[in-house]
């Protein structure tokens, strides 16, 4: 049974950090490309973070480049989100999960940046 737990999210003053985990279980967590996705109420799922199996490459959604950082730790079956410079238009509720995508989601944390 593929599962991820998301953690980490809250509330924020724009400007500041967070850092998201995302413990996943039930599949080869160090042979899977994972995804940082978010979410807002109404709209699409987006990509926003990728990072190889290896962790040896990364890439960014255009919107969030230069301000997060995926990155992961495969004896923990963990990946992480570092979120700097927050700003209000980052408020979702954010999701990881493999490449390409299993079919079951966790729950998500919510991220709330606001004055």
């Known amino acids: 049974q593929v599962l991820f737990v998301e953690s980490g999210g809250g509330l924020v003053q724009p400007g500041g950090s967070l850092r998201l985990s995302c413990a996943a279980s039930?599949?080869?967590?160090?042979?899977?490309?994972m995804r940082w996705y978010r979410q807002v109420p109404g709209k699409e799922r987006n990509i926003i973070a990728t990072?190889?199996?290896?962790?040896?490459?990364?890439s960014y959604f255009r919107s969030v480049k230069g301000r997060f950082t995926i990155s992961r730790d495969n004896a923990k079956n963990t990946v992480y989100l570092q979120m700097n410079s927050l700003k209000p238009e980052d408020t979702a509720v954010y999701y990881c999960n493999t490449l390409p995508p299993r079919m079951s989601w966790g729950q998500g944390t919510q991220v709330t940046v606001s004055s």
């Open positions: 990072i190889t199996s290896d962790g040896g490459s990364t």
């Open positions: 039930g599949f080869t967590f160090s042979n899977s490309a």
